[in-house]
């Protein structure tokens, strides 16, 4: 259990029904399996009670049972055991803190099914990330383009923001999930120069920009709206600048166009390929 933060209440109605469901994942386990929990997210670790098995847990900041992160080094320590070191932090070859999680969990995981700690290392140190997950597209004119169509809740577009310093352009929208966006659009407008809202739940994510941009301090100069991914990688080319990254994290769904976040990952990758070549923008 990763962690535990609103999604999929399109489908789960509330909040304590999605929880229920998710702690399915552990629930049936017997006494001698083990099951991993972030011990950060609150509610992952209050889970983490009920769990009829081992429990072990992955953390950023503080020293638990699994694994965590020690200053700049990455430690394993299971079962009561001596902490062994993995692998600095700077091994880790992706963007972002969500990534040092993920990485933590992952060396949580494999430590309990008895990987050795130097495969781990192998792995952290040559793995450079998945398509549609924060994948660099193109650098065209000095601004990168990238396909984080993955990001289908507000939550993992706000890991994305965090992962970049430099001015974004950001590609927002989709099918909505009726997830709660303000805590998005309130970062948002700290850290893009341009959103552009496209597809089914364009309007509503423009309305939420463009009132969390009157509220406060705001860095955000401007909001669009498009009614396809097309038109906003085109709105995107006539917005960014150098320097700048252009960043599909929707946000929301595929399904208002799509069959899958993969084929709108796909589709974004032909648009910037289309627009490196100079060519119609077709899709893949």
Not at 71 to 85: C, K, N, R
Request: charged share 20%.
């Amino acid at each position: 259990v990763l962690n535990v933060t609103p999604n999929h209440l399109d489908r789960h109605g509330t909040m304590d029904a999605y929880i229920a469901a998710k702690a399915n994942i552990y629930r049936h386990q017997r006494p001698a399996d083990r099951a991993i929990f972030g011990w950060d997210d609150p509610t992952a670790r209050r889970m983490s009670a009920d769990a009829p098995g081992r429990v072990a847990f992955f953390a950023l900041r503080e020293r638990v049972p699994g694994a965590y992160l020690d200053g700049e080094t990455l430690v394993l320590a299971l079962d009561g055991g001596e902490p062994i070191p993995i692998c600095p932090q700077n091994a880790i070859r992706l963007r972002g803190t969500h990534n040092v999680l993920n990485t933590l969990a992952a060396c949580a995981i494999a430590g309990a099914a008895q990987v050795p700690v130097e495969a781990m290392r192998a792995a952290i140190e040559s793995f450079t990330g998945v398509e549609h997950r924060l994948e660099t597209v193109a650098v065209i004119d000095g601004v990168t383009w990238v396909n984080d169509s993955i990001a289908t809740a507000p939550e993992r577009v706000i890991a994305a923001l965090h992962s970049y310093a430099e001015p974004i352009v950001l590609l927002a929208g989709g099918r909505d999930k009726h997830l709660p966006w303000e805590p998005l659009a309130a970062l948002a407008v700290e850290r893009c120069r341009a959103v552009i809202a496209f597809g089914e739940f364009a309007p509503q994510i423009a309305a939420l920009m463009r009132r969390a941009s009157a509220a406060g301090s705001s860095r955000l100069e401007t909001v669009e709206q498009a009614a396809t991914l097309d038109e906003a990688v085109a709105l995107a080319r006539r917005t960014a600048r150098p320097g700048d990254v252009v960043l599909l994290s929707p946000g929301g769904t595929s399904y208002d166009a799509y069959t899958d976040f993969a084929e709108r990952g796909a589709h974004f990758r032909a648009l910037v390929r289309a627009l490196v070549n100079g060519g119609p923008t077709d899709q893949e």
